[in-house]
Every structure is written in C-alpha cells, then in structure tokens.
C-alpha cells in the first residue's frame, strides 16, 4: 500500500518562511506524480493552491510555491499571513490511482 | 469553473449501501476532465475514492475497489457514487471534485455520511 507521509504539524510566525514537504513510499517524488497542494479550513471544502509541481491557480497567493526539495515535493509560504493558519494536503498520482498525504496542520504563532 | 453539488442520504444503516449523486453546473460532464470522490472521516485526512469519465472509464481505491460503484448520467449532467456493504468507518464527509490534465479545481461543498443503526 502506498503512503505518502507530511509533516503532521508546523509552526511559523507571522511574516515568516515555511516549507511543508510530500514524500513518497516507492521512492523520490518527481513531476511525473503531478503534486498538487491544496488547503483546508475548518467546516469548509479544500481549496486547490498548486498543480503539477509548481503551478498556481489564478486565485492562489503570490506567497504560495511549489518545488521538488530533495526527493519530495515542497510547499513554501513566504510572508506568511495570520490567514495562512489551516490544514495543507498534497496529493499524488501513481499511474491508475490518487493517493493524499496526511495532512500538515499549519499554525501560524 | 464547474460548480459541484453533493446530495444524498445524510444517514445508511450497517451493511446497506451509501449513495451520492454530484451535479455539475457551469460545464458539461462531457467535457476532458476526471470526475472524483474524496472522502474525509471525522476529524480526519482526506482520502480518494475514485473517479469516473464521461466515457464511463474508472479508477478505484484498490482497497474499496470490491465496494466501489461510479456511474455518468450525461442526461442530468452528473456522476453518481455508491458504496456497499457500509460500516461505521465510512462515516465521513463525501466530497466530489474535478480534474483536468493531472490539474484538480473545482470542489462540491462536501455531504456528511453517518452510518449508523
């Protein structure tokens, strides 16, 4: 069964730096598993924030990037805001199926 | 962007089957996208279901393969999803979502699935 495995919680201060990785059971995550990040506030749907690596949606923050960070795939939040506190998912493909990583509770102190 | 619209039972009893129906507005269910459920229990991670083309084409959890059902209505201009032989552990919250290209966008607002007696 394939995991993928982030960081269950993190902290940062306001106007901080923060990278949320994505790793992956079979081995380093590459552009062929077309990471994409989404977030999720208490009560309400995930949002999509990053596709295929890299890319932002037209809504998404400038502050949002997407990378591949030493085999895995990388969320970072530069200037980060008090409303940047909510939960960060990743999610991989592996060929005929999706698979989410478990989450990174963002607190923002 | 599509907009998506979960709606179904909000409660299954024990071994019965759990079914949803997602309509699609703003785009046609015909078009080049995947259409998925993502399931999220109490207080818990997300989890992906499956998803289903207009073609009728499916992908499934390989662990929810055996009780997973996905269907088009083109019709109705939506997708449905069913779940048999339901226990506790699939209470949760039912999204369906769309993607495009390896590309996830739109989300339904979510449906919450008890399953309880």
């Known amino acids: 069964q394939t995991v993928v495995t982030q960081e269950p919680s993190l902290t940062v201060s306001p106007g901080g730096t923060v990278t949320l990785t994505c790793a992956s059971s079979?081995?380093?995550?590459?552009?062929?598993?077309?990471p994409n990040w989404f977030q999720q506030n208490p009560g309400q749907a995930p949002r999509a924030l990053i596709y295929?690596?890299?890319n932002k949606h037209s809504w998404t923050p400038a502050r949002f990037s997407g990378s591949l960070l030493g085999g895995k795939a990388a969320l970072t939040l530069s200037g980060v805001q008090p409303e940047d506190e909510a939960e960060y998912y990743c999610l991989l493909y592996y060929g005929s199926a999706w698979v989410f990583g478990g989450g990174t509770k963002l607190t923002v102190l | 962007q599509v907009q998506l619209q979960e709606s179904g039972p909000g409660l299954v009893k024990p071994s019965g089957t759990l079914s949803l129906t997602c309509a699609v507005s703003?785009?046609?269910?015909?078009?080049?996208?995947?259409w998925s459920w993502v399931r999220q229990p109490p207080g818990k991670g997300l989890e992906w279901i499956g998803e289903?083309?207009?073609?009728?084409?499916?992908k499934y959890k390989p662990s929810l393969k055996s009780r997973v059902t996905m269907s088009v209505d083109k019709s109705k201009n939506q997708f449905s999803l069913k779940l048999s032989s339901v226990t506790a552990a699939d209470t949760a919250v039912y999204y369906c979502?769309?993607?495009?290209?390896?590309?996830?966008?739109?989300w339904g607002q979510g449906a919450l699935v008890t399953v309880s007696s």
């Open positions: 979502a769309t993607s495009r290209d390896y590309v996830w966008g739109s």
């Open positions: 289903i083309y207009h073609s009728g084409s499916t």
């Open positions: 703003g785009g046609s269910i015909s078009s080049n996208n995947w």
């Open positions: 295929s690596t890299s």
């Open positions: 079979t081995g380093a995550v590459t552009s062929g598993y077309y």
